[in-house]
């Protein structure tokens, strides 16, 4: 069936590499200027009447041409190649393969510890498992192709990361866990993780002051390690061709710290998720793309709530992050994390107009409610100015964590589960980690 | 002269990529099924009414039925097979 797939011109580049991976070099796109987002429908007609912007020609005349034009033999024979990374480098000198690796974008561009053999061997011993242990494949979003990765290439960034080899089984299961920290997504994405159990203590991680900051190694290395891991094993994370954040984020350099479950009245969060008390685990939120911090509970701690809930963009919902004061405070107040939860998901409301009138709620979440899917569909069936719930209890987590300096928490842009881009993951962001002890 | 030493590469397994040919394309678009596929990007929709309408004014003989997948990113078989069925060709569009 010929095909003619129109972009963006500023996805030019990750379509030609797309195409490429997909064997079919020759593919026949056609692009318009960005954005088509927010353009009338006037605009989007004077984009089919004019330039194709890449192609330097009319756009009608490429997407005719592309449908219509005989194969030359170029089309006909498409692209059967295989690929490989070596598993080691030609040796050279330190100076050398740094400036390797930040040429070949395998950095973060903070200063990298550089994998030596001897650095890799020592790493491995943080775990029992087989270094050549395929753990999964990764990829920056779920229209490419997935590249497979195994214990080693793990320590390989664990050391690049500056890890240390008792934290290696946490960063193995972040890896198993199959989301990203690296997604392409144009909306910046970036993941946040959460360790609970007895590992935190094990490895001396910080759930005190300054648990979300960088006052800890285990926290920062892990964090970054994770980072580093998802760029290389997925097969890059290069602006233009492998990411298409527009703004970055500043969570993806390293995001993960530890709950304060001794000092939390409730239950912490992997046993609220199912696991034993016992259990080490790591869980992975996938967002970063907003970030409110407050202070409280005062006695406006409501409209302060609802201010905060509906100022989110609602296609991510939040991780709401409290220092054990804020926790303590809810608590005595008589909320359980479940209640002070379904009170979020009740009282967070927008009018229907304002709820639909975002990107991703339509591009994601309105085909379901077309299709009848609830709650979306009773979203999408409400008068427009009908005040509306924008977040159904299972959207929303909490976790406790901070020095006790003073009652402050923050909500992030955090889903724990469902549907979104950049991840193949939609139903198990929580791993145990003692799997990859 | 500074020491020389092996380091690992970071870098995941890539897959084999397998060559597919293009489709055979249409001599003509005379009398011709052209699926226009929304693929529900916002503002797509606008997008392929536009075409189909420059396709009624421009090009009155192409045949243009606009089609959606199911859900965002996420194949649709279903879809698919009807364009497969009952088209000639498609134009995607727009997004990635």
């Known amino acids: 069936m010929p095909t003619v797939p129109v972009s963006t011109h500023v996805f030019a580049r ?77 040796p050279d000198t330190e100076e050398n393969l740094q400036r390797l690796f930040i040429e070949n974008r395998w950095t973060d561009f903070l200063p990298i510890v550089l994998p030596t053999e001897e650095r890799v061997e020592q790493m491995l011993r943080g775990t029992s498992q087989p270094r050549d242990r395929i753990i999964g494949r990764m990829r920056p979003t779920a229209f490419r192709e997935a590249w497979e990765f195994d214990v080693e290439k793990v320590a390989v960034n664990a050391v690049m990361a500056g890890a240390r080899p008792e934290y290696l089984p946490v960063i193995l299961a972040m890896a198993a866990s199959g989301i990203t920290a690296r997604s392409s997504s144009t909306t910046s994405f970036a993941t946040i993780s959460v360790v609970n159990g007895p590992i935190r203590n094990e490895i001396g991680m910080n759930s005190g002051i300054g648990a ?66 016992t259990d080490s685990t790591v869980t992975v939120f996938f967002g970063g793309w907003y970030t409110h911090s407050g202070f409280g509970p005062r006695a406006t701690w409501k409209e302060k709530f609802i201010r905060m809930l509906t100022a989110t963009d609602h296609y991510s919902p939040p991780l709401i992050v409290m220092d054990p004061l804020v926790a303590r405070a809810f608590h005595e107040m008589g909320f359980t994390k479940r209640s002070l939860i379904e009170w979020c998901a009740e009282n967070a409301k927008l009018t ?86 | 002269m500074a020491k020389k030493i092996t380091v690992h590469d970071p870098r995941g397994y890539p897959p084999k990529v397998v060559g597919k040919r293009l489709a055979n394309r249409l001599q003509s678009l005379d009398g011709k099924v052209i699926y226009l596929v929304d693929c529900l990007f916002d503002n797509a929709d606008v997008f392929i009414e536009q075409l189909r309408l420059w396709f009624a004014e421009h090009l009155p003989t192409v045949i243009t039925r606009v089609i959606k997948p199911r859900e965002s990113w996420v194949d649709d078989p279903d879809m698919r097979e009807t364009i497969a069925r009952e088209g000639n060709g498609a134009i995607i569009g727009v997004g990635l």
């Open chain 1, 14 to 90: 990750l379509a030609k590499a797309t195409a490429l991976a997909a064997g079919m070099p020759t593919l026949r796109n056609a692009f318009v200027p960005q954005p088509v987002v927010g353009r009338s429908p006037g605009e989007l007609r004077a984009y089919i009447e004019g330039m194709d912007p890449v192609a330097k020609r009319p756009f009608m005349q490429v997407v005719l041409d592309g449908l219509t034009r005989p194969l030359d033999d170029e089309d006909l024979k498409g692209a059967t190649f295989e690929r490989s990374t070596p598993r080691l480098l030609p």
């Open chain 1, 352 to 437: 229907a107009r304002e709820y639909w009138d975002d990107q991703w709620v339509t591009t994601l979440i309105r085909p379901h409610a077309v299709a009848g899917v609830e709650p979306y569909a009773s979203r999408l069936r409400a008068a427009p100015d009908e005040l509306i719930s924008i977040f159904t209890p299972d959207d929303i987590r909490i976790v406790v964590t901070g020095g006790e300096t003073q009652g402050a928490f923050k909500m992030i842009s955090g889903r724990y589960l469902g549907r979104g881009p950049g991840t193949d993951n939609k139903s198990k962001p929580t791993v145990l980690i003692d799997e990859w002890r």
């Open chain 1, 212 to 277: 979300l900051g960088p006052y800890n190694h285990a926290n920062a290395t892990i964090g970054r390690a994770y980072g580093l891991l998802s760029q290389n094993v997925q097969g890059g994370s290069v602006p233009g061709e492998t990411y298409m954040g527009s703004l970055g984020n500043n969570w993806a350099y390293t995001a993960c710290f530890a709950e304060a479950e001794e000092r939390s009245p409730w239950a912490p969060f992997h046993v609220d998720e199912g696991f034993k008390p």
